[in-house]
């Protein structure tokens, strides 16, 4: 494999097409490489020539790691239980093997190359999946994966490129540009962590609002069917049905419950009593829970990842693999314990239970609180144990990283949102509500496209322009301080 990192300086780039700028699919390189093996490695460093060395490298890691996704792929479309042993042994072997891989790529590739705009092309550049198709993929998204080498993640070097294009940003596919126009700086200002923190400041108005029309509902009258509708509520309604038109997430859930509230009570408005009302509750509940999940948009990613984001997992497993089966495990018998407490304090009989002619003795009350206390100490005791169990409880000592601090597996899980953030707010990105605004450039190119008029051409230019005016500018200003030391 180390055969294949040696580049003479002195040998012409040659390109597989006219243009350099075409790049080999990956996918069907994946296909050659399951029946070549690890010889096939020599295979592709002769069949493909590519415009740098960064390149090069970015295509065997991502050979290499869809490769070993396409092992787990084999893995779970089994149904044969030998089959099923059978694949997950060679998937454990392909990931520790691919994990070493592309350690040793990096680690041969940071002897030679030491400018960080070279490393992050690695990371950044974009190949097809297949032939044809307008799918693409770049090592930056397979870090997201789930079945990533754990080696790979963990790299010092990764984290690094990770951590500085969140806070400085990194245009793909832009990696190599020595300079950059006034416009280009200016769109550059905009790094994911001032989009991110844009997208949670505009969660946090939602929040506030939400929260001010709990405390200060509309006072209940009669009307004549005039619209109540005022800035708040029209607020909350714009801003949960920008929330809707996003791809949606867990992070939907609040808007998809606060929109229909508003719409379904119209031409009022939610009000004390009604069902709409409490859901409104329903939805702050949710709201504020879902700001301190690792997943973005949330505060963990706002504030400090490396510390807070490794926390916030923590918490999520905790609750997740914890509380939440602990609690329902016993549900059953606390359930019924609440219920023969709450029936024996009873004064007056109770009429479904016909055979019950007075209230219940003394002792029976007794005995049904005793039952109700041991319940709940059996809940209570059944969490302490589990939580002292907890193996992602116990820090890890074998990693100086501070995502490691409460174990490598909450550390990978943290590391892997922290990579889904980044690549989730790259440029020109729209954070709610402001996405309702692209949504006005491309539903009428959709139409004219549709009508036999493409416009496709102009989509991204006009998004930009619109981009510049409205996001832009609000995250000149949030970079701004980010550069003056005042956040």
């Known amino acids: 494999m180390n055969e294949t990192l040696q580049v003479d300086e002195a040998t012409p780039l040659l390109s597989v097409s006219p243009g350099l700028t075409e790049r080999p699919a990956v996918l069907p390189v994946v296909r050659r490489y399951r029946l070549g093996g690890s010889n096939a490695d020599d295979t592709l460093a002769s069949q493909y020539r590519f415009s740098s060395d960064a390149e090069r490298i970015a295509f065997l890691l991502l050979v290499q790691l869809h490769y070993n996704e396409s092992q787990y792929n084999v893995l779970n479309n089994s149904s044969d239980i030998w089959e099923k042993w059978q694949h997950a042994r060679v998937a454990s072997a392909v990931a520790e093997d691919t994990g070493q891989r592309a350690c040793e790529m990096l680690n041969q590739f940071l002897l030679n190359h030491s400018s960080s705009s070279t490393i992050q092309t690695i990371f950044w550049t974009t190949f097809p999946l297949e032939d044809t198709g307008p799918t693409t993929t770049r090592v930056i998204d397979m870090l997201t994966e789930d079945h990533t080498p754990p080696e790979l993640l963990t790299h010092p070097i990764v984290e690094a490129v990770v951590i500085k294009c969140w806070k400085y940003g990194m245009k793909a596919g832009s990696a190599q540009d020595h300079g950059l126009s006034l416009i280009g700086h200016f769109d550059a200002l905009s790094t994911p962590r001032v989009l991110h923190f844009i997208d949670v400041l505009g969660r946090l108005v939602f929040m506030g609002s939400l929260i001010h029309y709990l405390l200060y509902p509309p006072h209940f009258h009669i009307t004549l069917g005039q619209n109540e509708q005022g800035t708040r509520e029209m607020t909350l309604t714009f801003m949960s049905a920008a929330s809707i038109a996003r791809r949606w997430s867990i992070h939907t859930l609040p808007a998809m419950l606060v929109f229909p509230a508003f719409v379904m009570t119209l031409p009022s408005v939610p009000i004390p009593g009604n069902v709409s009302f409490s859901v409104l509750h329903i939805a702050l509940l949710l ?60 004064d007056n009989p109770l009429l479904v239970l016909t055979n019950s002619l007075e209230v219940t003795p003394m002792d029976s009350r007794l005995s049904f609180f005793i039952l109700f206390i041991t319940v709940i100490m059996l809940l209570l005791g059944g969490l302490g144990v589990t939580l002292a169990m907890f193996p992602t409880l116990a820090s890890s000592t074998t990693s100086t990283s501070r995502w490691d601090r409460y174990s490598r597996e909450i550390g990978l899980h943290a590391r892997r949102s922290f990579v889904a953030a980044l690549v989730q707010y790259e440029p020109y990105y729209f954070p709610v509500p402001f996405n309702l605004l692209q949504l006005v450039v491309r539903v009428p190119c959709m139409i004219f496209s549709g009508l036999g008029h493409p416009v496709t051409p102009y989509i991204k230019s006009i998004e930009r322009v619109l981009w510049r005016v409205i996001v832009g500018l609000i995250g000149a200003v949030i970079s701004g301080f980010w550069l003056w030391g005042l956040a």
């Open 287 to 346: 709201q504020v829970i879902l700001l301190h999940l690792p997943d973005s948009p949330s505060l963990p990613a706002a504030m400090k990842p490396e510390s807070a984001i490794p926390l916030s997992t923590l918490l999520s497993h905790g609750a997740t693999r914890i509380v939440i089966p602990v609690t329902l495990f016993f549900f059953p018998v606390l359930l019924l314990a609440t219920f023969l407490v709450s029936a024996s304090l009873v």
